[in-house]
Protein backbone atom coordinates (compact mmCIF):
# COMPACT_ATOMS: atom_id res chain seq x y z
CA UNK A 1 0.00 0.00 0.00
CA UNK A 2 2.86 2.31 0.84
CA UNK A 3 4.29 2.27 -2.94
CA UNK A 4 0.79 2.90 -4.46
CA UNK A 5 0.11 5.71 -2.45
CA UNK A 6 2.81 8.06 -3.88
CA UNK A 7 1.06 7.04 -7.47
CA UNK A 8 -2.07 7.98 -6.35
CA UNK A 9 -0.94 11.28 -5.52
CA UNK A 10 0.94 11.29 -8.97
CA UNK A 11 -2.38 10.55 -11.27
CA UNK A 12 -3.89 13.41 -9.05
CA UNK A 13 -2.00 16.03 -9.54
CA UNK A 14 -1.83 15.33 -12.78
CA UNK A 15 -5.75 15.15 -12.96
CA UNK A 16 -6.18 18.88 -12.08
CA UNK A 17 -3.40 20.49 -14.47
CA UNK A 18 -4.47 22.69 -17.03
CA UNK A 19 -3.31 23.59 -20.40
CA UNK A 20 -0.32 25.91 -20.80
CA UNK A 21 -2.25 28.13 -23.77
CA UNK A 22 -4.87 28.89 -20.88
CA UNK A 23 -2.60 29.34 -18.10
CA UNK A 24 -0.33 32.00 -19.80
CA UNK A 25 -3.24 33.28 -21.92
CA UNK A 26 -2.86 36.28 -24.67
CA UNK A 27 0.68 37.81 -23.15
CA UNK A 28 3.50 38.24 -24.63
CA UNK A 29 5.76 35.89 -22.55
CA UNK A 30 5.23 33.44 -19.67
CA UNK A 31 4.88 35.28 -16.54
CA UNK A 32 3.77 38.13 -18.12
CA UNK A 33 1.81 40.68 -15.57
CA UNK A 34 -0.56 42.14 -18.18
CA UNK A 35 -3.80 40.40 -18.19
CA UNK A 36 -5.07 38.27 -20.81
CA UNK A 37 -7.13 40.20 -23.79
CA UNK A 38 -9.27 39.00 -26.36
CA UNK A 39 -8.47 39.57 -29.78
CA UNK A 40 -11.62 41.41 -30.34
CA UNK A 41 -11.21 44.26 -27.45
CA UNK A 42 -8.62 45.64 -28.80
CA UNK A 43 -5.36 45.39 -31.13
CA UNK A 44 -1.65 43.66 -29.42
CA UNK A 45 0.30 46.00 -27.81
CA UNK A 46 3.45 44.17 -27.13
CA UNK A 47 5.26 47.18 -25.34
CA UNK A 48 8.92 47.92 -25.41
CA UNK A 49 11.09 44.94 -24.65
CA UNK A 50 14.82 46.05 -23.92
CA UNK A 51 17.78 43.82 -25.84
CA UNK A 52 19.58 42.17 -23.46
CA UNK A 53 23.42 42.03 -23.41
CA UNK A 54 25.41 39.60 -20.90
CA UNK A 55 23.36 36.25 -21.92
CA UNK A 56 26.32 34.28 -21.83
CA UNK A 57 27.41 34.62 -18.71
CA UNK A 58 30.26 36.97 -17.32
CA UNK A 59 33.23 35.05 -19.26
CA UNK A 60 31.55 36.24 -22.44
CA UNK A 61 31.16 39.22 -24.26
CA UNK A 62 28.34 40.88 -23.97
CA UNK A 63 26.77 40.13 -27.05
CA UNK A 64 27.93 37.02 -28.51
CA UNK A 65 27.67 37.75 -32.50
CA UNK A 66 28.46 40.23 -35.40
CA UNK A 67 25.71 40.85 -38.18
CA UNK A 68 25.37 42.32 -41.40
CA UNK A 69 21.38 43.64 -42.99
CA UNK A 70 21.30 41.92 -45.81
CA UNK A 71 18.42 41.66 -48.82
CA UNK A 72 16.90 44.50 -47.73
CA UNK A 73 17.24 48.44 -48.31
CA UNK A 74 16.15 49.18 -44.89
CA UNK A 75 15.14 46.77 -42.01
CA UNK A 76 12.67 48.11 -39.21
CA UNK A 77 13.88 47.75 -35.84
CA UNK A 78 10.92 47.77 -33.47
CA UNK A 79 10.90 48.58 -29.36
CA UNK A 80 10.05 44.94 -29.12
CA UNK A 81 10.21 41.41 -31.19
CA UNK A 82 7.27 41.50 -32.76
CA UNK A 83 5.62 43.00 -35.96
CA UNK A 84 3.32 44.89 -34.41
CA UNK A 85 5.79 46.86 -32.05
CA UNK A 86 6.40 50.74 -32.60
CA UNK A 87 9.38 50.99 -35.12
CA UNK A 88 11.87 52.93 -33.02
CA UNK A 89 14.40 52.84 -36.18
CA UNK A 90 15.51 51.58 -39.84
CA UNK A 91 18.87 50.46 -40.76
CA UNK A 92 20.65 50.58 -44.07
CA UNK A 93 21.39 47.52 -46.45
CA UNK A 94 24.82 46.08 -44.87
CA UNK A 95 24.73 47.61 -41.96
CA UNK A 96 26.36 45.89 -39.05
CA UNK A 97 24.76 44.87 -35.74
CA UNK A 98 25.64 43.20 -32.42
CA UNK A 99 23.70 40.53 -31.55
CA UNK A 100 23.04 40.18 -28.43
CA UNK A 101 19.52 38.29 -27.52
CA UNK A 102 16.85 36.84 -29.27
CA UNK A 103 13.31 36.23 -28.97
CA UNK A 104 12.03 32.45 -27.96
CA UNK A 105 10.93 31.75 -31.60
CA UNK A 106 14.18 33.10 -33.20
CA UNK A 107 12.41 35.24 -35.54
CA UNK A 108 13.58 38.53 -33.91
CA UNK A 109 17.23 39.58 -32.91
CA UNK A 110 17.83 41.86 -29.51
CA UNK A 111 20.84 43.99 -31.49
CA UNK A 112 22.96 46.98 -30.67
CA UNK A 113 24.47 49.62 -32.94
CA UNK A 114 26.31 52.69 -33.77
CA UNK A 115 23.94 56.28 -33.99
CA UNK A 116 24.25 57.43 -37.77
CA UNK A 117 27.71 59.51 -38.73
CA UNK A 118 29.13 58.10 -35.19
CA UNK A 119 30.03 54.30 -36.72
CA UNK A 120 33.40 53.56 -34.87
CA UNK A 121 31.60 54.72 -31.34
CA UNK A 122 32.22 51.92 -29.03
CA UNK A 123 28.49 50.42 -27.92
CA UNK A 124 30.24 48.77 -25.28
CA UNK A 125 29.38 45.15 -26.12
CA UNK A 126 32.70 43.91 -27.38
CA UNK A 127 33.70 43.03 -23.93
CA UNK A 128 32.06 40.49 -21.43
CA UNK A 129 29.69 42.07 -18.51
CA UNK A 130 28.74 40.95 -15.02
CA UNK A 131 24.86 39.93 -15.07
CA UNK A 132 22.62 40.22 -17.67
CA UNK A 133 20.75 43.27 -17.88
CA UNK A 134 18.99 45.46 -20.49
CA UNK A 135 21.49 47.34 -22.83
CA UNK A 136 21.95 50.85 -21.63
CA UNK A 137 25.01 52.29 -23.54
CA UNK A 138 25.78 54.88 -25.76
CA UNK A 139 24.75 53.08 -28.83
CA UNK A 140 20.96 52.55 -29.90
CA UNK A 141 18.97 49.10 -29.43
CA UNK A 142 16.13 47.68 -30.90
CA UNK A 143 14.47 44.35 -32.37
CA UNK A 144 15.05 43.01 -35.68
CA UNK A 145 13.62 40.70 -37.89
CA UNK A 146 16.47 37.57 -37.91
CA UNK A 147 15.50 36.82 -41.23
CA UNK A 148 17.27 40.06 -43.15
CA UNK A 149 20.53 39.44 -40.92
CA UNK A 150 23.15 37.40 -41.90
CA UNK A 151 25.90 36.15 -39.20
CA UNK A 152 29.59 37.03 -39.88
CA UNK A 153 33.23 37.39 -38.20
CA UNK A 154 33.89 40.31 -35.79
Known sequence: M???????????????????????????????PRPPVSPQSQPLDPGAQPVRIGEGGPRFNACLGTGRVVNTKAL?????????????DALAADMRVAICSRSLDQ?????????PGQP???????????????????CRSGWISSAFVRLVAR
Open 2 to 32: NRALPLLLLLAACQQGTDVADAIGNSGQAGD
Open 76 to 88: DVRAAPFGEAEKV
Open 107 to 115: RWLGVVYPP
Open 120 to 138: DLDCGVSGPVERAQGYEGP
